[in-house]
């Protein structure tokens, strides 16, 4: 298919076409060939005036948290409510070893194969900057094709959670009722980066749910006191973050989750927050694919290339001072 | 003088001369001249076979927490026990306001007139990158004048901490007896780069000091089990972070400080650790300044000066996908 075929079949073609188009846009967007990448690149471009007017929702949490069994009961839930949803997902296992902690589509049994549904595994290589990125483009396509709810999944490990926060209007973090379980969070800057807090599995033990729950708003008053703003995504004025106990095995819980999500939502879209939220990604995107592709430049860079192993071993060696090698490096690589 | 005169006052010369060859090479390599610079880090490598027998000791701490009087105690004790030392400041209040929340050396009364004490300012124009680099360098300069002691002093505001954790052999947080001084710490990520915890103030209300001790020996243990190796300088195998109070004003406690200082670096340095740890340094200290330069390059190029705020309007504006437009500026750059 031409990129024009691809952005026919995105943007009017019926549901079979559509869904075809969609995941061969995001194949040639996730490769690294520079023909592909000049087609993507116009195919974008052209996607781009189709896209921005879903709710883009990020969800995290450590693996066993029950991510998959929540977002499978959350985009029913919504399908229901006559909502179209994708789900994306950015693993970071993924990137280093090949293997995958998040798995593939199948964890998702009912969601995967309803039709209003559009669920893409993670980009399987490259870094997590260079996953991100494909991860954000796939999310305008699906937006482009007219889902209305992207959720951006992630795990909690690595630093995938501050890229999932960098591209979605609401970060959720999901928590096990376990005791120590915040501090953890506090201490990665993950709790910092969520709108949202769910405890998941509340009914197996229903007081250990509650003084998780406590002790995560306390956490969450102390971030909000003394946090660094530029982390958080909300102002603290108008939204402090929620803390909601669910089980997603039975569902309960769900309706109350959306009814957060959605004064959010009405809260943030209404007072511009979410525009500039969005400006500023976008803004913060292209600096870092500008700063690796510099740093990719540079590596690859015939001279740079020539000199790099020796003066490495020089500044190891502590006969040159790392400061001077790093300036005659880049005298090469004018 | 010519940069031969500043490596002869430097190395070789006698107390004066020696204390004004330092300071005008330390202000030769803080200028952003090229010729400086050349002339800069000709001095440097010069200077480079006579240093690095010093030990690097960073200390960070709040406002208010005593970190001059403590760095004076501890500066007069050491020069009473035959060393040389020198005191270097990274004050990040100065690289963005100009004003300085550590104020000058009049801080430290009696060590700031020692004859065996050197105390250097934070460089106060720059981003931090910059300012870290020109302290490095000082650092070098003082261990080629025969300083075999070296404090780096920072406040616990800003990104400093990390700056100094990555340039020292150990790093020291100081904390006042409050409770919650830890979850900031915790939170900031700081509390993980810790190789050792002081608190101080600890005669003002003993209770307290037992409690916040208790407290830090808790979070540092979870740090230790679930934190991040790679934010960790010491192998947890061999040295768990000590927690030592004192008071630096009646002067209580120094020579315990001193002695767990010690202990960690015979330690240290016996099993190679600190020689990995200062080659690690080296390697990403000479990254850190490509990448910055490759950024300012980037920047100061014309044909990106003349496209940015555009691209970047069109950007905010949602008219280019933001990859599309840092692939498009990386092209100009070419």
């Given amino acids: 298919m031409t990129s024009v075929d691809l952005y026919a079949g995105i943007v009017q073609g019926a549901a079979l076409v559509q869904r075809r188009a969609m995941a061969k846009a995001i194949t040639l967007l996730e490769s690294t060939r520079a023909d592909h990448r000049a087609q993507g690149d116009g195919l974008l471009t052209s996607l781009l005036p189709h ?3 879903s709710f883009r929702l990020g969800i995290s949490g450590v693996p066993g948290v029950g991510k998959s069994t929540f977002i499978e009961a959350l985009g029913l839930y919504l399908i229901d409510k006559g909502h179209r949803v ?3 997902t950015i ?10 902690i998040l798995g593939d589509k199948t964890r998702m049994e009912h969601l995967s194969v309803h039709e209003k549904a559009y669920i893409r595994p ?5 870094t997590l900057g260079g996953v991100a990125e494909k991860t954000r483009e796939a999310m305008l396509v699906c937006e482009a094709a007219g889902y209305d709810i992207v959720i951006v999944e992630t ?3 690595g630093q995938s959670e501050t890229a999932v926060a960098n591209m979605t209007d609401m970060f959720v973090l999901m928590q096990l009722p376990n005791a120590g379980d915040d501090l953890q969070a506090i201490k990665k800057g993950v709790m910092e980066l969520a709108d949202l807090v769910v405890i998941n599995k509340a009914d197996i033990d229903p007081d250990a749910a509650t003084r998780a729950r406590a002790q995560i708003m306390s956490s969450l008053r102390l971030l909000g006191l003394h946090g ?4 958080m995504h909300h102002d603290q004025a108008i939204w402090h973050p929620q803390v909601i106990q669910l089980s997603a095995l039975k569902g309960e819980g769900v309706d109350r989750f959306w009814a957060s999500v959605s004064e959010y939502r009405g809260l943030q879209s209404g007072n511009g927050c979410m525009k500039a939220r969005r400006q500023q990604q976008a803004k913060s995107w292209m600096w870092e694919r500008i700063d690796a592709g510099l740093k990719q430049r540079f590596r690859e860079h015939p001279n740079v290339r020539t000199a790099l192993a020796e003066t490495t071993q020089q500044v190891l060696a502590g006969g040159l001072p790392a400061s001077t090698a790093a300036r005659a490096l880049l005298d ?3």
Same sequence: chains 1, 2.
Wanted: hydrophobic share 25%; glycine share 16%; net charge negative.
């Fill in 332 to 334: 090469l690589f004018d």
């Fill in 155 to 157: 795990v909690g490990v």
């Fill in 86 to 88: 994708a789900v994306l």
């Fill in 122 to 126: 993670s980009p399987s290589s490259g």
């Fill in 228 to 231: 660094n703003p530029e982390n």
């Fill in 51 to 53: 896209t921005g007017k």
């Fill in 91 to 100: 693993d970071p296992s993924s990137t280093v070893s090949g293997g995958s």
